[in-house]
C-alpha cells in the first residue's frame, strides 16, 4: 500500500511507473506462478527439484505414464485413478473394491499395463486378489477405457483362480513387442509349487493378446498348452523389458537372497531348492540337475526390490541408459549399470537411502520426469502414501519440443525482468509467450 500511496503523491513518477506497467505485470506473473518445489536432491552433479505430486493415497502399487500425459495408478483396496501431474487431480475411473480381496496385508489390487494399442483399442490389463468363501484367488482381467465417460468398463476375465494368499502374490505385468503380456505371481506361501510347471503360483505366465486369441496360449511357449514361460520364482514383483531385447526382473527373497534376474523361457530359478547363486552343496546339485539360472545380483540380508524400469533420456545424465530399482524396506532407489551386453551388471549405486520411505512403484515421464510412489516407513504400508516428482529444472526442453507438445506458436520471449528478448542465449530463467496467450517458464 505504501507504494501505491508513493507513487500518487509524485505524478512525476506516474509516468516511468505506467510505462513500465507491461513488466512489472510479467514480473508478477512470474512470481505468483508456482513452482511447486519442496525441496532438492542431488544425483551426482545434478540438482533435482523434488514435488509432491499427490498425497493421502491409499497403498499406490502401479504407476504407469498414459498415452494423455496423465499418470495411471492402482490403489490395493481396488482403486484405478487417472492423476495430473500438474494440479495433483485424481480422477477415479475405476472402484472395484467390492471385488478385490484387500486386509492390513499384501493382498488386493496389483499390477496394471497397456494394451501395445491402447491409443486405439483402450484395453488396460490388471491383477487383482478376491476372496471364494474361506479362500483367497489371483486373476488376471481386461478392462475397456471409454474415452467418453472417462471410465473403464466392461471386465473381461483372462485367467481366473490362481491360489492366491495374503502374502507372495506377485504380481506385475508386462506387455512385449509380440502382442503377449508377461505375468508374474508368488508363490503364495505354497513353495514345493514353485517347482511343479502343472501350477500357476510361483511363476513366470505368458498370455496371448492378439486378436486371434486374446487371452490363450501362446503356440511358442515352452510348455505346450501351458501358460508357464518360467518357474521356480518366490514373488517378482519388478518386469522390464530393456531397449537391448533382454527382460530383466526383480524377485524378492526369504531373509536372505533378494534377486536381480535375467528372465528367458524354459528356465527354473530354483525356489524353494536354491536361494541366491548355486553355492551351497545341495544347491549346486539342484541346479546341475535342473538347469538353474543364477541371478545377477543377490541381496542379503534381504532389501526388499519392487519395481523395474529403464531410464533412457538426458534430462538425467547420470541415469541414462541405465536400469532403475525401487526398494521397500531399505527405502531407496537402485540403479544398475551394464556390460556392453547385457548381460552382467558392472555398477550398483544407491540414491536417496530413507529419503522417503518405502519405494513401491516408478514411472517416467517422455520428458525425463521421475515419479516415485511411496508407501509409508514401515510394513503393511502405512502413511504417508503419495507420488512424488523429480526433475531436472536446468535440463533445456527446446522451443521446438515445447511447440510440438502444446501445439502452440511462440509470439516472444521475455528475461525475469520483463524484457522482451529475441532468444535465451545465456543460462537463467525465462518466460515464454505463446499465440494463445499463454506463458511458459523456461529454465536454460
Not at 547385457?342 to 512403484?361: A, M
Amino acid at each position: 500500500m505504501d507504494f501505491f500511496i508513493f507513487a500518487i503523491n509524485n505524478q512525476n513518477k506516474m509516468k516511468t511507473i505506467l510505462g513500465n506497467f507491461s513488466k512489472l505485470f510479467l514480473l508478477f506473473i512470474f512470481i505468483l506462478t508456482p513452482l511447486n518445489v519442496s525441496s532438492q536432491v542431488t544425483v551426482g552433479n545434478t540438482t533435482l527439484s523434488e514435488r509432491e505430486v499427490i498425497g493421502n493415497l491409499n497403498i499406490p502399487w502401479e504407476i504407469k505414464w498414459g498415452y494423455d500425459g496423465y499418470i495411471w495408478m492402482t490403489e490395493r483396496p481396488g482403486i484405478v485413478s487417472r492423476v495430473n501431474v500438474e494440479t495433483g487431480e485424481k480422477k477415479v475411473i475405476l472402484n472395484i473394491e467390492n471385488r478385490v480381496y484387500s486386509g492390513n496385508n499384501e493382498a488386493g489390487l496389483l499390477g496394471m499395463e497397456f494394451h501395445p494399442d491402447f491409443e486405439e483399442k483402450h484395453i488396460l490389463f490388471m491383477t487383482y486378489t478376491y476372496s471364494i468363501g474361506n479362500q483367497i484367488k489371483e486373476r488376471l482381467s481386461a478392462f475397456t477405457y471409454n474415452t467418453v465417460s472417462g471410465m473403464l468398463e466392461n471386465e473381461q476375465i483372462l485367467l481366473n483362480n490362481i491360489n492366491g494368499y495374503t502374502t507372495h502374490i506377485g504380481s506385475r505385468i508386462l506387455a512385449l513387442d509380440d502382442y503377449t503380456i508377461l505375468i508374474s505371481t508368488g508363490d503364495a506361501q505354497d513353495q514345493p509349487a514353485s517347482q511343479d510347471v502343472d501350477e500357476l503360483t510361483g511363476k513366470i505366465l505368458r498370455m496371448d493378446i492378439s486378436e486371434d486369441n486374446f487371452g490363450g496360449i501362446p503356440g511358442d511357449n515352452p510348455i505346450s498348452n501351458s501358460y508357464v514361460w518360467s518357474w521356480g520364482h518366490r514373488n517378482a514383483q519388478g518386469l522390464e523389458l530393456a531397449p537391448n531385447g533382454i527382460i530383466y526382473s526383480s524377485e524378492h527373497g526369504p531373509t536372505n537372497d533378494d534377486e536381480l534376474n535375467i528372465l528367458v523361457p524354459n528356465r527354473n530359478y530354483g525356489w524353494p531348492n536354491v536361494q541366491g547363486f548355486c553355492d551351497e552343496p545341495t544347491e549346486s546339485n539342484f541346479c546341475l540337475q535342473n538347469n538353474v539360472v543364477e541371478p545377477l545380483v543377490n541381496w542379503t540380508p534381504t532389501i526388499a526390490p519392487s519395481d523395474i524400469i529403464w531410464y533412457n533420456h538426458p534430462a538425467i545424465p547420470e541415469f541414462q541408459n541405465t536400469l532403475l530399482m525401487t526398494v521397500l524396506k531399505n527405502k531407496m532407489l537402485v540403479r544398475f549399470e551394464f556390460s556392453a551386453d547385457g548381460q552382467s551388471v558392472t555398477n550398483e549405486t544407491e540414491f536417496f537411502n530413507y529419503q522417503w520411505g518405502r519405494l513401491r512403484d516408478i514411472c517416467v515421464s517422455p520428458n525425463g520426469k521421475i515419479y516415485l510412489a511411496t508407501n509409508g516407513n514401515t510394513w503393511p504400508s502405512q502413511p504417508p502414501n503419495e507420488i512424488i516428482e523429480l526433475s531436472n529444472d536446468e535440463y533445456y526442453v527446446g522451443v521446438e519440443e515445447i511447440q510440438k507438445l502444446s501445439k502452440r506458436k511462440l509470439d516472444r520471449y521475455f528475461d525475469i525482468l520483463g524484457n522482451a528478448i529475441n532468444y535465451p542465449t545465456k543460462n537463467g530463467i525465462y518466460l515464454i509467450l505463446f499465440d494463445d496467450g499463454s506463458i511458459e517458464k523456461l529454465v536454460k
